[in-house]
């Protein structure tokens, strides 16, 4: 009997440390959505319609997962962030000329995503947003043709954010 109440409570625990993947599969979509939207004529348009579903998509997950694991996130902190993300990011689209804010989008972006997984208890996930957030700034002074980056980038995030999200699911938020 002792030994099924220790396996259910690593089972819990392990449960609880998976809390959060979610989300990133959510954006690991629209990530990949940015890179194929500049094959359309529609792609200037993609983030004043991939924002607000990918906005609803993640409170939609993120409700369905708290329900499942019984822990409850304040939602506070993820609002306050994801706001200025989008802020940030629409700020830019008016104000910088093209080449910079199919740069500037993703180290917004990447930043955005180092405060999600410090919130979430993701040290090591912070850690690699970051380093790619650092690494695309770099890039965008470097590569002269910034559509291009801009579609690697949206793709290297995508699979960056699968990735993650495997990670958490199968190992936990020790990540």
Not at 86 to 114: H, K, Y
Request: net charge positive; proline share 3%.
């Amino acid at each position: 009997m002792l030994a099924d109440a220790g396996h259910m409570r690593r089972a819990t625990r392990r449960e609880l440390h998976a809390h959060g993947w979610q989300w990133y599969v959510v954006w690991a979509i629209v990530s990949a959505g940015a890179s194929a939207s500049t094959l359309t004529t529609a792609g200037k348009w993609y983030w004043l319609m991939a924002t607000p579903l990918g906005l609803a998509a993640t409170v939609a997950v993120c409700t369905h997962e708290d329900r499942q694991s019984g822990v409850q996130r304040q939602q506070g902190p993820y609002w306050l962030i994801g706001g200025t993300i989008a802020l940030i990011n629409f700020a830019a689209g008016a104000l910088l000329p093209v080449d910079a804010v199919l740069v500037v989008v993703w180290v917004v972006f990447g930043f955005g995503f180092v405060a999600f997984a410090w919130l979430g208890n993701q040290p090591t996930i912070a850690v690699l947003f970051a380093l790619l957030a650092v690494a695309i700034a770099i890039a965008g002074v470097v590569v002269p043709h910034t559509l291009t980056l801009y579609v690697v980038v949206g793709l290297v995030y995508a699979a960056t954010m699968a990735g993650v999200a495997v990670g958490i699911r199968s190992l936990g938020t020790a990540l």
